[in-house]
C-alpha cells in the first residue's frame, strides 16, 4: 500500500484528500505547512507528496526544490487553485500539477501515474 503525504494549510483540504484517498486504497499522512517537511519525510518514507503552493508561512514551489535536493526520486504531485504557477519555471521539478478541485478524480488519476512511473523507475 503506498504511503502519500499531503502539505496543505487549509484543514477542509486535507481532511478531504485524506478521506477520498484512504477510500482509494492509500495510507495517508498529513501535515499543515512545510515546517521540518524534510525530516517529516525522512520519518515517514512515503511513497508521494502531494504539495499545495500557496500556504501561509510557506511557498511549495521552494519546498519542492528542497524536496528535489534531498530525495530527487520522490514523486511530487502540486495541487493548487492557481494556474498561473504552471509557467513558473520551478514547477517543472513537479511530476504532476493538478487544480484544485472538489473531484478528485485528476487529482488520483495523477497519483497513480506518478506512482506507476516511480516503481517503473526502480
Do not use: W
Not at 496543505?8 to 517537511?37: C, K, M, N, P, W
Request: proline content about 2%; overall charge negative; charged content about 35%.
Amino acid at each position: 500500500m503506498a504511503k502519500i503525504l499531503i502539505v496543505d494549510d487549509e484543514e477542509h483540504i486535507r481532511f478531504l484528500y485524506s478521506e477520498e484517498l484512504s477510500e482509494a486504497g492509500y495510507e495517508v499522512i498529513t501535515a499543515d505547512s512545510g515546517y521540518q517537511l524534510l525530516e517529516r519525510i525522512e520519518e515517514e518514507k512515503p511513497d508521494l507528496v502531494v504539495l499545495d503552493i500557496k500556504m501561509v508561512d510557506y511557498n511549495g514551489l521552494d519546498l519542492l526544490q528542497d524536496i528535489r535536493n534531498r530525495f530527487y526520486d520522490l514523486p511530487v504531485v502540486l495541487c493548487t487553485a492557481y494556474d498561473t504557477f504552471k509557467e513558473d519555471m520551478k514547477s517543472i521539478a513537479a511530476d504532476f500539477y493538478v487544480i484544485k478541485s472538489f473531484d478528485l478524480s485528476e487529482l488520483k488519476n495523477k497519483i497513480a501515474m506518478a506512482l506507476e512511473a516511480s516503481v517503473r523507475a526502480e
